[in-house]
């Protein structure tokens, strides 16, 4: 009997507990989110910072830490489980899911086109493709695949070209020490009118070339083992971007409280060409951040015909749209 009273108390005091605790909040879910780069208008970062001062990420229950990274750290760390979400390139996410083959998964797609173009000062003369020819060609780290897709989509004789590795400083151009550049285009072209040359500029895009941008990217064992928080991160920085393409000067005095250096022009400039290439009939249809498998494979092929890859793999693993299809009814955000 008195074994009997015993389960009997103990049974009661469990439910106590359990009643008990509806009155104590849970902590909120810890995200530690790193930029890719400094602190500036990348649409993914903007994305970041307004969820967090607009108070998303609260409301979505989350505790989230930004940081930014100072030497390309981001992946590592990431890799690691120091970070739990990141920004990348499409392009590098394949190339690394494909050599060396790190578990990285891109969850939304902030650039449905690709980041980088081609400029070339107005008065050098340079006006089209064929003009690149008997000029220097001025490339960051390698040469890209986009470059030599455009080259081939127009005909031109890539052997009258000089090709030179210059890194990532565009006073190469303006210093007239090579005639065309490889930029960002959200950035660097703004950099070269602000030491007083207007450009010319050529986009990928524009000779349908595939390409992507920006990614949110999470790890293979984040994705599955959290995917209720990265639910919630996405819908909450989703909604910051739809904030940012509705208050474009209230988004500006956001991102300059992250980075108080920057110059308020510059940044819009910044933010207009990554708001500008975020948004398509496709977006409009489907909601921003959005992507398809035909977007990746035909990226993967791209890279792949110019062995921009280290190995073939299966460019399905490198992405998935399971978060942006909990996150969206239609082209409706889910909210709150």
Not at 19 to 45: E, I, R, S
Not at 114 to 134: H, M, P
Not at 242 to 269: C, M, V
Request: charge should be negative; include cysteine; glycine fraction near 6%.
């Amino acid at each position: 009997m008195t074994r009997v009273l015993l389960l009997l108390l103990l049974a009661t005091l469990v439910v106590a507990i359990s009643c008990g605790g509806d009155d104590v909040d849970a902590p909120p879910d810890k995200v530690v989110f790193m930029a890719g780069f400094k602190p500036q208008a990348n649409l993914p970062f903007v994305a970041a910072y307004v969820a967090q001062e607009q108070g998303y990420f609260d409301e979505q229950d989350l505790d989230v830490e930004i940081r930014h990274a100072s030497s390309g750290e981001h992946l590592k760390l990431l890799v690691a489980g120091d970070v739990h979400v990141t920004t990348a390139a499409a392009t590098s996410v394949l190339k690394r899911r494909s050599d060396p083959e790190l578990p990285i998964v891109a969850v939304a797609l902030f650039g449905q086109k690709g980041q980088q173009a081609y400029i070339a000062l107005k008065d050098s003369g340079i006006n089209d493709l064929k003009d690149w020819e008997g000029r220097n060609f001025g490339y960051k780290i390698s040469v890209p695949p986009d470059y030599l897709a455009m080259l081939e989509a127009d005909g031109v004789d890539r052997e009258k070209i000089n090709e030179v590795q210059v890194g990532f400083d565009p006073r190469v151009l303006t210093e007239r020490k090579v005639d065309m550049l490889a930029v960002f285009k959200s950035n660097e072209p703004n950099v070269v009118r602000k030491l007083g040359h207007e450009v010319v500029l050529w986009d990928p895009a524009d000779f349908d070339v595939p390409n992507m941008g920006l990614t949110y990217i999470t790890t293979d064992a984040y994705a599955s083992d959290s995917s209720d928080v990265l639910d919630r991160f996405l819908r909450a920085t989703l909604k910051g971007t739809e904030y940012a393409l509705e208050n474009r000067d209230e988004t500006l005095d956001i991102i300059l409280k992250y980075a108080p250096k920057e110059d308020r022009a510059h940044q819009a400039f910044m933010l207009d060409t990554e708001l500008a290439d975020a948004t398509s009939p496709f977006t409009d249809e489907r909601g921003l951040g959005q992507m398809t498998d035909e977007q990746w494979k035909a990226l993967y092929d791209h890279l792949l015909e110019f062995d921009a890859l280290g190995q073939p793999f299966d460019y399905k693993t490198a992405f998935t749209t399971t978060f942006l299809e909990r996150a969206y009814d239609g082209n409706k955000l889910r909210w709150p």
